[in-house]
DNA sequence: GATGCATTAATGTCTATACATATTCTGCCG
DNA sequence: CGGCAGAATATGTATAGACATTAATGCATC
């Protein structure tokens, strides 16, 4: 085989030669036919394979290292990267998007707003000085006219003073942060939950009903923005990650 | 400030051109300076500005976009991303490691392991063609002495056929599989359900108490290598995915 | 006003070259 | 044999130019 010989561009439109190179490389590391820690060509035998500048195997290969498939050492080489096989990409989906992707009609009802100052028993991290407000609503999401999910959230009013003007009826609250707050930093914590009493009634499901529980709380710049708690019905409700080393 | 005036890369060696674009880019997204639908500017206005190459801005902006903060569009230019808020990085943690990590004992106790046919009632995709064999395994993971997880699990012996030779008496079926076989593709499922009385027999743990339940499956090049479910006592664990913007 | 076409501007890809930088390797010397 | 200086080499970054591709734009036509 030729392998300086490359087609001229216009004889081949099917993928660029980047993504040729690309997918070569990706077959090669997925199929297990290079293992982790295996040593890839160094980038002149890659232009000489393909018959390119050493510009296009270097771009392909930095895209390789963003994706984390592939580690570099100056003077030693390129080296498959030990897979991360136990991180995934989680969606948590916007409620009433998600509702209505499947065909369900979506119903947000606040159920208490207040104004208070932060509280010692408030999740850790909320505020760190006395005296800053938070906002507290409680309101639940329906699907089809029944009820999905309990959300309980508090903001920070030092964080977000603007939050303390919008009154939350129509719209909800994770709605409105999305489209007004940038965040840089955010966790999750996902976990199984009896339904207490208080729960059940407004879920309408029995007392002790297993719920799935989702706590998110949302920094900017190391500030906390919020800190929500969403208990859906355990019946009625999957997190669904799909993950594909590529991205 | 003369904007095209760089100095030279000897006289400024703490970080490169690049990075330098790529932080004052990011910066201004994550800011708010620039909403999500923003239009940044064009390549040759910020080749203007920082005084480079056309190439270094286009791969400073392919990583924003690699990254997920910015989508171009040819001729129109290049925009800033609405934020995938709803997607994180989850880490599914190994249960050994994590309980180490955690400073508790890890103890492993298979239960059971057939050789069967796959059958009707087996979750969907484990094999296409009848006949093809599965491995079935039951097994507990312990923490501390105590009952953590109910694992119950399938795998495919025609993608891998060598799972048939190992007894998993000592070695968690995960450990074996993450150090044997590749993967391409995963998809995990998370939800809550009440304990059966089989799992709470196991597990230790009242009947209809709710417990945390992850299902995974992998795939490699199309073909299923396993499907996995872990029940975890609800009270006992939880799923934690932190997750900021420029991963 | 609606439709179709040519223009144009912005991104997408690639080349050939240059020098910087880090690290391995080699061979000399004690 | 061990340590150290220097050579060799692979990656890291950047440049200036070229042409391809695509989609917004405005203009001419129906």
Same mark, same amino acid.
């Given at each position: ?8 561009? &216009? ?52 895209? &390789? ?24 990409? &989680? ?29 010692? %028993? ?5 505020? %760190?000085?006395?005296? *800053?407000? *938070? ?22 009013? !030092? ?7 919008? %009154? ?6 994770? !709605? ?51 800190? *929500? ?5 355990? %019946? ?12």
């Amino acid at each position: 085989m030729p392998a300086t010989l490359r087609p001229s561009p &216009l004889a081949e439109p099917s993928q660029t030669l980047s993504h040729r190179i690309r997918t070569d490389l990706e077959a090669k590391i997925l199929s297990g036919d290079w293992a982790p820690g295996h040593r890839i060509p160094f980038e002149h035998e890659l232009m000489a394979q393909y018959g390119c500048a050493r510009m296009t195997v270097n771009k392909v290969i930095a895209g &390789l290292v963003a994706a984390g498939l592939i580690e570099r050492r100056r003077r030693a080489g390129s080296f498959v990267a030990q897979p991360r096989i136990h991180s995934a990409v &989680l969606r948590i989906p916007d409620l009433p998007v998600e509702i209505a992707a499947r065909g369900e009609t979506y119903r947000y009802q606040l159920i208490a707003r207040k104004r208070r100052p932060v509280r010692q %028993d408030d999740p850790a991290g909320l505020a %760190d000085e006395e005296g *800053v407000e *938070v906002l507290e609503l409680t309101c639940l999401h329906y699907a089809n006219g029944r009820p999905l999910a309990l959300e309980q959230r508090l903001i920070s009013l !030092s964080t977000v003073p603007g939050a303390a003007e919008v %009154d939350f009826a129509a719209v909800a609250p994770g !709605s409105w942060l999305l489209q007004h707050v940038p965040w840089t930093e955010a966790e999750h914590r996902i976990s199984a939950r009896a339904a207490t009493a208080r729960v059940a009634e407004a879920l309408g499901v029995t007392k002790g009903a297993a719920c799935l529980c989702l706590e998110r709380r949302t920094w900017r710049s190391g500030e906390t923005v919020t800190h *929500v708690r969403q208990l859906f019905r355990g %019946d009625a409700y999957d997190l669904v990650a799909r993950f594909s080393p590529q991205g």
